[in-house]
Every structure is written in structure tokens, then in C-alpha cells.
């Protein structure tokens, strides 16, 4: 397996999927199908379907274009009737294919109502999982609860994307990750683990490199997010249930400036 992340708009992350046998890929969110298009022709591969997180116009409006752009018609996969080009809706556990890779559908909704992971996967003991996370997981955040709530966002980063497999590679859809970091270091003052990535990721994006991916494995040392079980998350927010955690460390997130 091979991901290809391409830069969309300001600071959107689009990705093709690779099948490194075949050649076959899929193309996730490709809100800017000229980009997409070009590095399939680069690199030789033979486009198959387009996979959706959600309907949010930054993520799902190339669809169409990208489709028409092509000599044979791809499946347009998500989990929303609203995404445009949309062609089959999933749901949670449906599985697809890249050429041998395996792709799990997640069904998570909260951001959108309809949105949905995608994780790959191969049944080679050293092939490292990926988790393509649109706007439900970042490096150290998670998406605004614009559609849902936060019971929502706690089952899908604590029931479902934390269960994955400890060294999945976190791709998610926008590079967020300063100013994430810059929050959690807010929230958790104390967390050297956190005060070493934010280090790094300034560097990074000093030099104009990205912070993707991360790991399931990293997101659950620093991303306050998938910590609220916490005990002195509890504390801070003076609460004994966790998704009661959850909906404060959000509303905190929502009014906090830097």
C-alpha cells in the first residue's frame, strides 16, 4: 500500500490509495480533480473509485468533475445522500476493495450525520494499516459536533477508531495540527509528549512539511480528545461522566484562541 497525500485549497489534505500490485487506487475527497488527475498520469495508475468522508463542499464538490474527467464511469462511495456524485451510500462495517487492499467503512457520525472512515488494510503481518479520518479525528483534535453531539464523537474516537490497531497511520483532512497541539498543551500542561510534538510540528510546518500521518497508537498520548476518560480531565471540567467531558473540552475548543 501506498498513500499519496496531494495539498487542496488552504489546508485541506486529499489522498490516493494505491494497491502497489496492481497499480488500481481510489482517490479520497478530491475537492481539486486536476491535482488528483495529474498525479494518477505521473505515476501510471488506474483510478477505480472515490471514496467521500462527508458532504462538507471542501471535501465531496470535485466528485463530479473528477468523474466526468475520466473515460469510464468510478463508484462515488459515502455515507450521505447529500454528497455530490454520490453513487453507492455505506454504512458501518460495508467493505470495499483497492485491488488486494481491504477497506472497512466506518460509520461516524457527528460533524456530518452521514460521515464515514475509511480503514485499510492487508492481510500482510507488515503491512501497516491506514485510517483515512476526514473531519472526525486530527492530530490532536477532533471535528466541531455541527450535526451530533458529544455521546457521538465519544463512541467514534473511544468505541471505534481508538479500538483500531495501535500502529493504524492517521490521515486525516486538514492540517490542523499547530494550533491543535497549541490547545491540548492549553487543556494538559504537564504532558511532555505533547510539548515535544507541538516542537516538531512547527518545525515541520516551518519548513513547509506536513504533520501527516500520526498513529492511533501517538493520538491517544496527546489528543485530549481521546483522553477524556481521564481522571484529571474529569477534574478540569468537574465532571464524573466522560462524555460530559467530551461536550466541555469541545465547547472550550470552540472559543479558545490561541
Not at 457520525?109 to 473531519?135: M, R
Request: proline share 5%.
Amino acid at each position: 500500500m501506498n498513500v499519496i497525500p496531494i495539498e487542496a485549497l488552504s489546508d485541506n489534505y486529499m489522498y490516493l490509495i494505491v494497491d502497489e500490485a496492481t497499480k488500481e487506487c481510489a482517490a479520497v475527497d478530491p475537492v481539486e480533480p486536476k491535482k488528483i488527475l495529474e498525479k494518477v498520469k505521473e505515476l501510471g495508475l488506474n483510478l477505480t473509485k472515490i471514496l467521500t468522508t462527508h458532504h462538507h463542499w471542501d471535501h465531496a464538490n470535485g466528485n463530479p468533475e473528477l468523474v466526468e474527467s475520466l473515460n469510464v464511469k468510478i463508484p462515488v462511495y459515502g455515507g450521505d445522500e447529500r454528497i455530490p456524485g454520490l453513487t453507492d451510500k455505506i454504512g458501518h462495517n460495508d467493505q470495499l476493495n483497492i485491488g488486494s487492499l481491504k477497506v472497512t467503512c466506518l460509520f461516524t457520525p457527528c460533524h456530518t450525520t452521514g460521515h464515514i472512515c475509511y480503514f485499510v488494510s492487508k492481510n500482510e503481518a507488515n503491512l501497516q494499516p491506514a485510517v483515512f479520518t476526514g473531519d472526525t479525528l486530527f492530530i490532536s483534535g477532533c471535528g466541531r459536533f455541527f450535526e451530533g453531539n458529544a455521546e457521538q464523537m465519544f463512541n467514534n474516537l473511544i468505541n471505534i477508531l481508538a479500538k483500531l490497531p495501535s500502529n493504524t497511520l492517521l490521515y486525516c483532512g486538514h492540517e490542523y495540527s499547530i494550533q491543535n497541539l497549541k490547545f491540548s498543551l492549553h487543556v494538559e500542561p504537564t504532558n511532555e509528549t505533547t510539548k515535544a510534538k507541538l516542537n516538531w510540528a512547527e518545525q515541520m510546518r516551518s519548513s513547509n512539511l506536513r504533520t501527516i500521518p500520526s498513529t492511533i497508537k501517538d493520538e491517544l498520548e496527546f489528543n485530549p480528545f481521546m483522553r477524556v476518560q481521564l481522571d484529571h480531565f474529569k477534574k478540569r471540567y468537574n465532571q464524573t461522566d466522560a462524555i460530559l467531558v467530551m461536550q466541555e473540552l469541545r465547547k472550550e475548543k470552540d472559543n479558545w484562541k490561541a
